[in-house]
């Protein structure tokens, strides 16, 4: 005997497919949340009004930013418009994983006369280093340097 496809049944599979997908976004939504590194900016309209003056000024310094590990160190080069060396008055520079900051640390750059050079204990993956420098007249610079592994 054939069982019958009732209003409960169709009610059923209905509330059963609703619920994977709810269960799903809801899984999505708080592994989101609590990945999220927080804010860039305190108040968007503020920074976006400084930007091109920033960048300007940033800009104008010429410079070019390379960052490079292998063995256990990392090399942050920063280099003028010449290809010279750049020794910056201040760096803060956070070493990090692009897609959270659970990996992140601050290593010891210390300047050899050529580039930034520190050690650092990578696992196998993307890294990033998000660079804060003051240039010797004061002007900042700011930049996010993608970190070349060599294998």
């Known amino acids: 005997m ?3 496809f ?5 009610l059923m599979v209905f509330g059963g497919a609703f619920s994977v ?8 939504a708080v592994n989101a949340v609590r990945t999220f590194p927080g804010l860039e900016t305190k108040n968007s309209y503020v920074a976006s009004q400084e930007f091109n003056t920033r960048r300007d000024a940033q800009t104008a310094l010429g410079w070019t ?5 292998a063995d256990g160190q990392v090399v942050l080069r920063i280099t003028d418009a010449d290809g010279k060396a750049v020794q ?16 992140d640390m601050s290593p010891d750059f ?3 006369g050529r580039a930034y050079v520190a050690r650092a204990d990578l696992g ?6 998000r660079m804060n420098a003051t240039a010797v007249d004061g002007t900042p610079f700011e930049q996010r340097v993608v970190l070349h592994i060599q294998q």
């Not at 997908?21 to 999505?28: E, P, Q, R």
């Not at 930013?65 to 590990?69: E, I, K, L």
């Open 2 to 4: 054939a069982r019958e």
């Open 6 to 10: 009732t209003g409960k049944h169709a």
């Open 21 to 28: 997908i709810i269960a799903v976004n809801i899984a999505l």
């Open 65 to 69: 930013v390379r960052a490079d590990a």
């Open 88 to 103: 910056v008055a201040h760096l803060d520079a956070v070493l990090g994983r692009a897609t959270h900051v659970k990996d």
């Open 110 to 112: 210390r300047f050899d």
């Open 124 to 129: 196998p993956g993307n890294w990033n280093i």
